[in-house]
């Protein structure tokens, strides 16, 4: 079997975290690895490291989404956006991925799942995150 990259991995996390959104949203259980697994197929620790991250990390995410976005919180975007979002703050912040990596990313799945008002905050928050992580570094 093939090994996706890491860009399709990403679309394949966004997608699970979409769908438990959903799920909660509308109060219907779930079981994550099941959802994982009808959506990536393959086993990966990448997917299942940043799905559960997210998860676990979703009321720090948020928090940080919601001081960078000027007089807007994330939960009034749209759920696919939710999920670029909270991802790409989450490899920003616990994972070793190249900072630039991850907002491109993030970036490239706005394009193709959000507007342009909502592509232009995602990349708003991210680009935040990071400068306020390299003056922290720079201290």
């Known amino acids: 079997m093939e090994q996706l990259t890491r860009s399709e991995l990403r679309k394949n996390i966004m997608t699970i975290l979409y769908q438990i959104n959903v799920?909660?949203?509308n109060k219907i259980?779930?079981?994550?690895d099941d959802i994982i697994r009808d959506i990536n197929p393959i086993d990966n620790e990448f997917v299942k490291?940043?799905?559960y991250g997210v998860i676990t990390k979703k009321e720090e995410l948020d928090a940080l989404a919601n001081k960078y976005l000027n007089k807007w919180t994330i939960d009034r975007l749209g759920n696919t956006d939710q999920a670029i979002l909270r991802m790409a703050i989450y490899e920003l912040i616990y994972t070793n991925t190249p900072d630039i990596v991850v907002i491109n990313e993030a970036l490239e799945l706005a394009k193709l799942y959000?507007?342009?008002?909502v592509k232009n905050m995602i990349n708003g928050?991210?680009?935040?995150?990071?400068?306020?992580?390299?003056?922290?570094?720079?201290r």
Do not use: A, G
């Not at 259980?29 to 994550?32: D, E, G, V």
């Not at 928050?125 to 720079?138: H, T």
């Open 125 to 138: 928050v991210l680009d935040k995150i990071y400068k306020s992580k390299v003056d922290k570094n720079e």
């Open 114 to 117: 959000s507007d342009d008002d």
């Open 49 to 51: 490291d940043t799905v």
């Open 29 to 32: 259980k779930y079981n994550i």
């Open 23 to 25: 799920y909660t949203l």
